[in-house]
């Protein structure tokens, strides 16, 4: 978390690009989504709460967790459609 608060910081006060900025946005929300404060300063720990909406794929925003119950077997991937001529492999 220190780390990331120092590139935070560091790109602040750069100008940047529709993409960069994305790229910080992104670096912000994952970096600290699951910490908090620890009791001494600048120390982190592990948060015992959900992040609301938590980002769990940086490259899949769409990826989600499932829930797993006795009724239903249930996985956090999305059905993968066969290949195709069409669509290519």
Do not use: C, F, Y
């Not at 690009?17 to 989504?33: F, K, R």
């Not at 120390?43 to 989600?64: G, H």
């Not at 009724?71 to 999305?78: C, I, L």
């Amino acid at each position: 978390m220190n780390d990331a608060l120092v590139v935070l910081a560091a790109v602040g006060e750069v100008e940047s690009d529709a993409g960069q900025a994305e790229a910080v946005v992104l670096l912000a929300l994952v970096a600290g989504q699951d910490v908090e404060p620890g009791q001494r300063p600048g120390s982190w720990r592990i948060a015992r709460r959900v992040a609301p909406d938590r980002v769990i794929s940086t490259v899949d925003p769409q990826a989600r967790h499932a829930r797993k119950t006795s009724r239903s077997d249930a996985t956090a991937t999305r059905p993968i459609s066969p290949p195709s001529p069409r669509r290519g492999w």
